[in-house]
T-cell receptor, first 114, second 112 residues
Framework: DVKVTQSSRYLVKRTGEKVFLECVQD?????MFWYRQDPGLGLRLIYF???????EKGDIPEGYSVSREKKERFSLILESASTNQTSMYLC?????????????FGEGSWLTVV | GQQVMQIPQYQHVQEGEDFTTYCNSS?????IQWYKQRPGGHPVFLIQ?????EVKKQKRLTFQFGEAKKNSSLHITATQTTDVGTYFC????????????FGSGTKLNVKP
């Protein structure tokens, strides 16, 4: 079974803190994604990566950065956390193909910024 | 940019009633996938539709892909309490085979 593991399930951080959300997948997937989920807004793509050291902005990249130094690991970084970044963050991965890429999601990380 | 709109946002039904959620894209899609997220859980893949006009069934669930590949629907016949959750569609854009555009989701509540 594909496993996408997010390192932290629940975090509480202070405004201005630097926050790291880590994600690891074990299926040798090329694609990795970070989404943010808020009530009524669905899943919004923050960043994605289709290869090591490659990244592309999603729909809401402002205030976030990412790092992919190894194929299995994709990190989301909040350089200076703000209260409007309180949300549930979902990491996901998939194979790189023309189409037919099932997306596998991690369990999610609930971040509260106070 | 590309958008996938999904309606309704919420649906409350009595157990045994039918339920439908609809997705519409502003542009033609390569394919569309459907996901279900149980309360407190993460989205889980249900199905993928690729061909124009395609219809697929999974027990009480029927998925359709429009002829123009710009819309899709998920219909549940005779809902059960186990159907509770949020259903998302995700369209794969033709411009970028790595980027899925998710609808905002339909949250289904089933009253026993």
């Amino acid at each position: 079974d594909v496993k996408v593991t997010q390192s932290s399930r629940y975090l509480v951080k202070r405004t201005g803190e630097k926050v790291f959300l880590e994600c690891v997948q074990d299926m040798d997937h090329e694609n990795m994604f970070w989404y943010r989920q808020d009530p009524g807004l669905g899943l919004r793509l923050i960043y994605f990566s289709y290869d090591v050291k490659m990244k592309e902005k999603g729909d809401i990249p402002e205030g976030y950065s990412v790092s992919r130094e190894k194929k299995e690991r994709f990190s989301l970084i909040l350089e200076s956390a703000s209260t409007n970044q309180t949300s549930m963050y979902l990491c996901a991965s998939s194979f790189l193909q023309g189409f037919g890429n099932t997306i596998y999601f991690g369990e999610g990380s609930w971040l509260t910024v106070v | 940019g590309q958008q996938v709109m999904q309606i309704p946002q919420y649906q409350h039904v009595q157990e045994g009633e039918d339920f439908t959620t609809y997705c519409n894209s502003s542009t033609t899609l390569s394919n569309i996938q459907w996901y279900k997220q149980r309360p407190g859980g993460h989205p889980v893949f249900l199905i993928q539709l690729v061909k124009s006009g395609e219809v697929k069934k999974q027990k009480r669930l029927t998925f359709q892909f429009g002829e123009a590949k710009k819309n899709s629907s998920l219909h549940i016949t005779a809902t059960q309490t186990t159907d509770v959750g949020t259903y998302f569609c995700a369209g794969l854009g033709r411009d970028n085979f790595n980027k899925f555009y998710f609808g905002s989701g339909t949250k289904l509540n089933v009253k026993p």
